[in-house]
């Protein structure tokens, strides 16, 4: 009887309420996949038409399926060339960006000096500078210094703007660093560069990956930058925007999702190279 009254005294609860109560367990989630969907529906879009066989020179609607775009991917006059020029660029950009940016970081977290304060400001300053105003005045000091645009401006203005990503990331990972594990090692016997060897470098290596993927990919995908100190050389960027005037082929979308296939792979062997080493050292 007792169980009988809490029954029929419970209030029953409407269905507009069970599916009030459902949408806010729920809506986060939600939102979370609709802002995935949003994201990568482009990307999709991109790897999607690097499959189509298209009627004219304008990839933009879909008309078959058909494999040839990958096969003959550098089928386009002057497509193998600027691709290998923005891979060149790419790859020595991030090594020497990434190379000094971790000295930088390390100077500017280990070490007082006078300066300090101005160099990291100066450091953030490419981070909110709009490209255009540093590939101007990049422009302006390359005329001045009377030096051939070419290779070389290209990869000194890469470089520029790519230190500064590299020190913050390089920078996030040694604040929260136990300086304590350099101590023990030094207590140890070790002199400073073993330390560093075999102490430091390891424990930072991950955020030295992520800063060097993070300037290759901001480096192979720069164009207004490029665009005023490239010269007559022509990057993987500068050949899509003057494609884009006369035509739209194909193979700049097999193009795009392989460089966009190559990044996620490195993400990910990463993630997976920092979750091994965290068990590792949790079951140490």
Known sequence: MTSTTLEVGRPRESPFGRIWALVKYHVLTVYALLAFVYLMLPIAIVIAFSFN????????????????????????????????????????????????????????????????????????????????????????????????????????????????????????RLIGFDRHLEEAAMDLGANEWVTFRKVTLPLIAPAILAALLLCFAISIDDFVVTYFNAGSRTTFPLFVWGAARVGAPPQVNVIATFIFAVAVIGMVLNVLVQMRRERAAASA
């Open 53 to 172: 066989n298209p009627v004219g020179r304008f990839n933009y609607t879909w008309s078959s399926f058909t494999l040839n775009n990958w096969k003959n991917w550098d089928g386009v006059p002057g497509l193998r060339s600027a691709m290998v020029l923005s891979l060149e660029i790419a790859l020595l950009a991030s090594l020497v960006a990434t190379l000094l940016g971790t000295l930088i970081a390390l100077a500017l977290v280990r070490y007082g000096f006078r300066g300090r304060g101005a160099t990291n400001l100066l450091i953030f300053l490419p981070l909110s500078t709009p490209e255009i105003v540093l590939g101007a005045s990049l422009l302006t000091l390359f005329l001045n210094l009377s030096i051939v645009f070419g290779f070389w401006t290209i990869l000194i203005a890469h470089v520029m703007f790519c230190i500064s990503f590299a020190v913050v990331t390089v920078k996030a």
